[in-house]
């Protein structure tokens, strides 16, 4: 015969996959994150590989001073628009309209200055709060290497190296590679993918506690011939697993989201095999049923749908705190960071998806906390359905 | 068989049953009646397990329900005022749910669902949502369920509230069948016609304190009026009793 626990958990689930509400939240959460990080990223990289694929529209105002400039630029993709004098006014509209990176104006004696070798005056004009800042910079590069180019060849016919302006030879080594970068590139994104977590079994948590509660269906079960452990950790269970399915679900479309992004555009990549992932997931059990019976837990004391919605939204929101907060402050990774619920999966992800390997400790702590806290709540709303103050309330 | 004697019991210095004491032998139908808050719904609880009373006894089937609560639960079959349906199940779906709670098997549950379903009539809206149902339709499934572990004891609530009289009717003959087959029943019920068509015995209680048992005959000869109801609230001591 079927445990009275698996009975609760069962009917619980059925009605929950039954409630358009919680399969509503569910959906919208297995789809809705991965596809804003994809959508975030697909941006990324689309604006990395613009200028490649587009080039930088920029309009130059007395092109015809500087021939040369003009050419080597058109050479490094610059789509130059020539143009006689502009007012302010009217380059600032023109700016204004986001189809231009910039206006470059060369000064009416450029030519005759640039002639007698001295700075010939140029004006870059741009909006900087339009975005195509790097654009802007990237020609900025290029008018600088050109300048540094002409700055050479005149001290050469002038009978001096070059290389009197350059005491250094600094050259960079960059030791990450695409997976290290991911690390800090996507770290965050990783961690938010377990907040769902708190959200996916909430409804049903609320709605077999608080809920039965405002139907007036508690007290026919808890008359039953049924222990108040097995009504709750019945309760508990269909919370958890469905917290559980809702992160396999989740983590299973944003796997296959980042595995279609080509994310190498940007410097990153996402190399995590499936039996990694089910590494991950399975570390998260303990948190899904954490999250179940800390639910369930603060649910059951409310009269209401409404009101337990306030009181266990709170133990949504604790989890969530050292997900943001800890990010922020930059720490390297240390082990006290493993046995932080929420925080402890963040962290995991971000190192298995960065190659690393793990030892033991950092799955023991991650598991550690969380069932002692499962234990605790379960214990406590065990007793607490047993309890006279609470019959008196049903 | 239900054995009560000088229960007490308290929330602070409130004293919700203050000597309740009565027996209900198997195969008897005892109706129990009292104003609102006269302590019927504290003594159900009681005798179910779910409130420790202070002192006195209770037995069900020999069985004390503050020692073992399940085994005193698994002899009862409890209908409150609360039905305690579930929406998104199907009448079948929540018959089988309190079915396996009370650990019955399988083919069990589906013999007692066809009884119970011949006995209240319940054909009709066996395999739709609980959703939507009229009072009728609720208290029948309710009472489906009290019935469908063949509990030794019933305990109901106003069993009859919101039932058209063919309904009515059907329980009464449903009722009358149980306590034919052996089971004790407690009826707490305002309604005076239930109580002489259906019941054996009376216990009339008043602020936690048993103050009458007896036949219905024996109730209106110890107050001397002819009148049950009015003998109710001769006992009572209050218009109260029928106000409810």
């Keep these: 015969m079927m445990p009275q626990f698996l009975v609760v958990m069962i009917k619980e689930l059925k009605e929950a996959l039954r409630d358009k509400r919680t399969l509503n939240i569910m959906l919208m959460m297995v789809f809705m994150y991965p596809g804003l990080v994809g959508f975030m990223l697909h941006n990324q990289i689309q604006k990395a590989t613009k200028t490649e694929r587009t080039g930088i529209d920029i309009v130059m105002i007395g092109a015809a001073q500087a021939p040369n400039l003009a050419n080597y630029l058109r050479q490094k993709s610059v789509n130059i628009t020539e143009k006689d004098a502009m007012s302010e006014a009217d380059i600032g509209k023109l700016l204004g309209e986001k189809k231009m990176a910039a206006v470059l104006k060369l000064g009416d004696k450029f030519g005759e200055y640039y002639g007698e070798l001295r700075p010939a005056p140029m004006e870059l004009w741009f909006d900087s709060a339009v975005e195509k800042q790097a654009q802007r910079r990237e020609l900025e590069t290029m008018l600088r290497d050109y300048g540094n180019g002409v700055a050479s060849a005149r001290m050469l016919a002038h009978g001096v190296s070059p290389a009197t302006l350059s005491p250094f030879a600094l050259q960079r080594f960059d030791t990450a590679d695409s997976l290290t970068r991911s690390n800090t590139r996507i770290g965050f994104f990783l961690g938010m993918f377990f907040v769902p977590v708190c959200i996916f079994g909430l409804a049903a948590a609320i709605d077999s506690t608080a809920g039965e509660r405002e139907r007036r269906s508690l007290e026919v079960l808890i008359s039953q011939p049924m222990r108040a452990i097995d009504l709750v950790a019945g309760k508990w269970l269909a919370a958890s697993a469905l917290a559980a399915i809702g992160l396999i679900c989740e983590l299973s479309v944003a796997h296959a989201v980042l595995k279609y992004l080509p994310l190498e555009e940007i410097g990153i990549s996402w190399r995590v095999d499936l039996p990694t992932l089910a590494l991950v997931i399975a570390a998260a059990m303990p948190l899904c049923l954490m999250v179940g019976a800390l639910q369930v837990a603060m649910a059951m004391n409310s009269r209401t749908f409404k009101e337990a919605q306030a009181t266990a939204g709170i133990v949504t929101f604790i989890p969530i705190l050292p997900v943001m907060i800890v990010p922020a402050l930059e720490l390297n990774t240390q082990n006290w960071m493993y046995a932080v619920p929420l925080l402890s999966n963040q962290t995991m992800f971000q190192a298995l998806a960065t190659g690393q390997t793990l030892g033991a400790l950092p799955y023991v702590l991650a598991c550690a906390l969380p069932l002692l806290l499962t234990a605790a709540a379960v214990g406590f709303a065990a007793h ?11 | 068989m239900i054995h ?13 049953l203050a000597g309740v004491s009565f027996s209900v032998a198997d195969g008897r139908a005892t109706a129990l009646l009292g104003p609102n808050g006269a302590g019927k719904t504290t003594l159900m609880r009681t005798l179910v397990g779910l409130l420790k009373r202070d002192r006195g006894a209770v037995s069900i089937d020999g069985i004390d329900p ?8 698994r002899n009862v079959g409890l209908l409150t005022d609360q039905f305690g349906l579930y929406e998104r199940l199907t009448t079948r779906e929540y018959l089988e749910y309190f079915g396996q709670i009370n650990r019955m098997d399988k083919a069990a549950i589906n013999r007692r669902i066809e009884e119970v379903t011949e006995l209240l009539g319940l054909g009709e809206f066996l395999e739709r949502h609980c959703k939507g149902f009229s009072q009728g339709q609720r208290i029948k499934v309710a009472l489906a369920r009290t019935l469908l572990h063949r509990p030794r004891n019933l305990l109901l609530d106003e069993p009859t509230r919101g039932l058209d009289v063919m309904s009515t009717r059907a329980l009464r003959r449903a009722l009358t069948k149980l306590r034919e087959e052996g089971c004790s029943i407690i009826l707490a019920t ?8 259906l019941c054996d015995d009376v216990i009339v209680i008043a602020n936690g304190r048993t103050v009458a048992q007896g036949t219905p005959l024996q109730l209106c000869e110890q107050t001397g009026i002819a009148n049950l109801e009015d003998a109710f609230v001769h006992l009572v001591g209050t218009e109260e009793g029928i106000a409810a």
């Design chain 1, 384 to 394: 607490r359905m047993g309890s006279e103050k609470y019959v008196l309330g049903v």
């Design chain 2, 190 to 197: 305002h309604v005076m016609q239930e109580v002489t068509n």
């Design chain 2, 66 to 73: 503050d020692k073992d609560p399940m085994g005193a639960r």
């Design chain 2, 4 to 16: 009560v004697e000088d229960v007490h019991k308290s929330f602070g210095d409130f004293p919700a």
